[in-house]
């Protein structure tokens, strides 16, 4: 265990015990206040990169163009994001926080300068804070004197409970504007986790997702009913959901009653090392947009394909062999390829799935760029425009490699390759 510093080996258990909790209590604070002024920093940043859009984009920019501010705050979200190595969406919610907090609920802000409010219970107040109506200076006021004291007292959980309530009384009567609000909000959620699995989920409008689970567990209990059935419930619902979207049938074990008839094609890439097709070798395989899977699943899908590229790729530095084209045209092979290796958008920490990305010219062909896989990246929408419109500039390594550098000089590494 490591050695602690808040007190010595002589004195009373009682004393030490209440010494660490003091300093437990301080350095909690701390951190609270510390938390806090980092989202005033961010919002300093993103304050002055509005205000002087040269730094970011370039000499010409000015402050009167609406282009160029919103391309400086761009490249400067995308600047603090790999600084702090955080997601864009964390620096440009951190802003969010501290404009909204400063703005409608001052009182709050003040007591989590302090370090009197946790984090946590900042973000609640922050979001509940937001989601009210616009411009209603009476409501923010009442929000903030209700919320204000609870904040500093009470458990994330707990506060978050008394907080929701007290905005619900304070927003009466607006159940159905927020219902239309939160409407446009509907979307998918894919998140990988370990061992092979990973969790798909939809916000929906509640009597969409009620009747969809209804169905689902209709037809579990359907097929829970067909003699020698040995899935229980959970996974039978499970399989049922995942055969309906993609027609797969019962994941694994038997049919869940869902043919391919009526499907769309589903296309899922993979990576795998060639000893491992071979079955010469369990190295771990890569599934496209979610990471590592077992030898033996990915022997599987490759036995279902329908067609296989090959990527020859250096054993020890994992550099790829270029593959050349004389034309403009990205062959679909090629493009296929890069999206293999690519898997996301290329600047660092950026989730876009590759498929969804625009295959970017490193060096523009205007400038003697080839069209090969070694002067081809995936770039998201977002970062592709911060590419061509601000002063973030890139490169690529021999091994194909994508690095950024930040319009303050920052040289962003590659993040690790998917083999
Ligand atoms: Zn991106």
């Given amino acids: 265990m490591e050695a602690l510093g808040y007190y010595s080996d002589q004195t009373r258990s009682d004393v030490r015990i209440d010494t660490a909790i003091a300093a437990a209590e301080y350095e909690q604070r701390a951190v609270n206040s510390h938390h806090a002024a980092t989202l005033v920093a961010i919002h300093e940043v993103l304050s002055e990169a509005r205000f002087s859009p040269e730094v970011f984009v370039g000499d010409h920019a000015s402050r009167h163009s609406s282009h160029d501010v919103e391309f400086s705050e761009r490249s400067a979200i995308a600047d603090l994001a790999v600084r702090l190595s955080?997601?864009?969406t964390t620096i440009h919610a951190h802003e969010h926080q501290a404009v909204t907090m400063i703005g409608r609920t001052p009182l709050t802000w003040q007591k989590f300068r302090w370090g009197e409010v946790s984090a946590a219970n900042a973000r609640t107040v922050s979001e509940l804070a937001a989601s009210l109506p616009d411009g209603d200076d009476g409501m923010f006021a009442a929000f903030d004197a209700a919320v204000a004291e609870h904040a500093t007292q009470l458990a994330p959980a707990r506060f978050r409970a008394s907080a929701r309530k007290l905005r619900e009384q304070i927003v009466a009567d607006t159940a159905a504007e927020r219902h239309e609000s939160q409407l446009s909000q509907r979307r998918v959620v894919f998140e990988p986790d370990i061992d092979g699995m990973a969790w798909i989920s939809a916000y929906?409008?509640?009597?969409?997702?009620?009747?969809?689970?209804?169905?689902?567990?209709?037809?579990?209990?359907?097929?829970?009913?067909?003699p020698g059935e040995t899935r229980t419930m959970p996974q039978l619902r499970a399989d049922v959901l995942g055969g309906m979207i993609t027609g797969f049938g019962g994941a694994g074990s038997g049919s869940a009653g869902f043919g391919s008839a009526g499907s769309v094609a589903v296309r899922v890439g993979v990576l795998i090392p060639m000893l491992t097709l071979l079955g010469k070798s369990e190295m771990p395989a890569s599934l496209e947009g979610y990471g590592p899977i077992d030898a033996e699943t990915a022997r599987t899908l490759a036995g279902d394909a329908t067609s296989i590229y090959r990527i020859l790729t250096d054993p020890v530095t994992g550099a790829i062999l270029d593959i050349d084209q004389p034309t403009k045209h990205i062959p679909t092979g090629l493009r296929r390829m890069r999206q293999l290796i690519d898997q996301t958008c290329t600047f660092p920490g950026c989730g876009k799935r590759a498929v969804h990305c625009d295959l970017d010219h490193t060096i523009d062909r205007q400038f003697g760029g080839r069209t090969s896989l070694m002067n081809l990246s995936h770039l998201c929408r977002s970062h592709h425009r911060n590419k061509h419109n601000t002063k973030w500039t890139i490169t690529q390594d021999d091994a194909g490699r994508i690095e950024w550098t930040s319009p303050t000089g920052h040289v962003a590494a590659p993040d690790p390759p998917p083999f």
Avoid: G, K, Q, Y
């Fill in 204 to 226: 929906l409008p509640a009597e969409v997702a009620t009747a969809a689970l209804s169905l689902v567990d209709s037809e579990a209990l359907r097929l829970s009913a067909v």
């Fill in 86 to 88: 955080l997601s864009e």
